[in-house]
């Protein structure tokens, strides 16, 4: 049979590493209207300027979903942290109580 074990911490270390490549995403092309601009200079006499605006749009918008999904992950990620040990004091107060009444229990004798 398997065996599930879920660390509170290594949850929450988990969405920090969501955030930092939701940056990360982001910092892929922060300003690519300007390489686009430069490109399209270099290559004057082609149609390449309207098209390489349109695809550093995309580009743009496509970081900025993927820097939206890691930061919703990573919300979850910590939110499912916080409930798993919020659930794990509940369990371990349920056995401290199991113990305190077993700590008062004698055996009968024959």
């Known amino acids: 049979m398997g065996m599930i074990q879920v660390e509170g911490a290594r949850l929450r270390s988990s969405a920090g590493k969501m955030r930092g490549f939701g940056s990360d995403a982001l910092d892929i092309a922060p300003d690519p209207e300007r390489e686009c601009d430069a490109a399209d200079n270099a290559n004057k006499g082609f149609m390449t300027g309207e098209a390489l605006q349109a695809i550093a749009k995309d580009l743009k918008d496509d970081m900025k979903e993927l820097n939206e999904h ?41």
């Open 70 to 110: 890691w930061e919703d992950t990573a919300e979850l990620l910590e939110e499912i942290a916080e409930d798993w040990d919020g659930v794990d004091d509940d369990q371990a107060k349920a056995f401290d109580t199991i113990g305190g009444d077993l700590g008062s229990f004698k055996v009968p004798g024959l």
